[in-house]
């Protein structure tokens, strides 16, 4: 009972990694809508605050992604490899991460999902910060995808230009 090829666990990989990123980037996207700008910046919409929140996020967005994008880049590759080395002709569904992946992702979700019904996350910070992050988390989504398609190739990262097999 749910059981897939193995093959196929690339695939749900993806679209497991692809939807949270999404979901993650909406959060954050929500939040820059909601005009979110952090207390040292506040002022009136014809003061100061305005165009520096403007820069804090065009700063901020690219700054988290980069920061996130090679360590979820290496978890792709990681898992990748593993998934192509099972054996058996079909896995169980949920067999694309390992315990570790589900007890850090179980971490890192109940650890967001917990400090912003706390209030101990201000929305400014969700602004920037969970945009790039789910950005960084769409695009490993894509990767997984990328190593569906180009099994026994090399794929070569455009941002951090690592090539490696596929």
Known sequence: MFKVRAKYLLLVAAGVW?????????????????????PFLAGDAASFGAPAAAIMLAVGIPAVFLAFHPMFSKLVGKHADR???YGEDRMHVLRFFDVKGYVVMAIMMGGGIGLRAAG????????????????????????FLVHYAHRGGTIT??????????
Request: some cysteine; aromatic content about 10%; overall charge positive.
């Open 157 to 166: 990262c455009p941002v951090t230009k690592k090539t490696r097999l596929a």
């Open 18 to 38: 692809l939807l949270a990123g999404l979901n993650i980037v909406r959060l954050g996207v929500l939040a820059c809508m909601e005009g979110a700008v952090p």
């Open 83 to 85: 998934i192509r080395g």
């Open 120 to 143: 101990f996350v201000p929305s400014w910070f969700v602004a920037f910060f969970y945009t790039g992050l789910g950005a960084a988390l769409a695009l490993a989504g894509i990767g």
